[in-house]
Nanobody, 112 residues
Framework: VQLQAFGGGRVQLGGSLRLSCAASGSIFSIMGWFRQAPGKQRQLVATITGGGGTNFADSVKGRFTISRDNAKNTVYLQMNSLKPEDTAVYYC?????????WGQGTQVTVSS
């Protein structure tokens, strides 16, 4: 199983970024994103089921959207109205019925 994340970068306050994570090697019931800021624990950002059900951290509701292309086994995170506190390394994660997998992180930096 491999998860490859793309799309991080540096933006200014209020900007947008789109992350993508391409998964291979299995069928994933749930896919999602976590983030980890310096000195903090990794935390959930958003998840999406194969049927399109979503879950968001309160801190990103209304600003971030998550979607997936089941045919491509790819999950996307559209991040709008970015704030400096969104600065973190973002990790994709995917769950099968029995196991869970992490992708490599991608850095998102929001400057004021």
């Amino acid at each position: 199983v491999q998860l490859q994340a793309f799309g991080g970068g540096r933006v200014q306050l209020g900007g947008s970024l789109r992350l993508s994570c391409a998964a291979s090697g299995s069928i994933f019931s749930i896919m999602g994103w976590f983030r980890q800021a310096p000195g903090k624990q990794r935390q959930l950002v958003a998840t999406i089921t194969g049927g399109g059900g979503t879950n968001f951290a309160d801190s990103v509701k209304g600003r971030f959207t998550i979607s997936r292309d089941n045919a491509k086994n790819t999950v996307y995170l559209q991040m709008n109205s970015l704030k400096p506190e969104d600065t973190a390394v973002y990790y994709c994660k995917a769950w099968t019925t029995a196991l869970q997998y992490w992708g490599q992180g991608t850095q998102v930096t929001v400057s004021s």
